[in-house]
């Protein structure tokens, strides 16, 4: 019984010991943890729009037409000439 509480003790030792190393870890190097997560997300940002954007623009941009009809010769009120 007695050794089934010692190998009890040293794991809780253990995980106790590995908790205050890895909140160590993250405490000293939490400004590279910081820049590394904020340089990912802009990656995976730019990725994602430039990867969406001819898709976007495709389908905003209207067709161009291949042949236009004559000059109209009316202009109309878009040029007032002091009627």
């Known amino acids: 019984m007695q050794k089934i509480v010692n190998v009890i003790s040293i794991f809780s030792g253990l995980v106790s010991l590995t908790v205050v190393g890895v909140t160590g870890y993250v405490y000293f190097n939490r400004v590279s943890l910081i820049e590394n ?47």
Not at 49 to 66: H, N
Request: hydrophobic content about 45%; aromatic content about 2%; charged content about 15%.
């Open 37 to 83: 997560a904020k340089a990912n997300v802009s990656k995976a940002a730019v990725a994602a729009v430039t990867d969406a954007l001819p898709g976007i623009v495709d389908t905003a941009m209207p067709e161009i037409p291949s042949s236009t009809g004559g000059v109209s010769g009316v202009t109309g009120t878009a040029i007032p000439f002091g009627r």
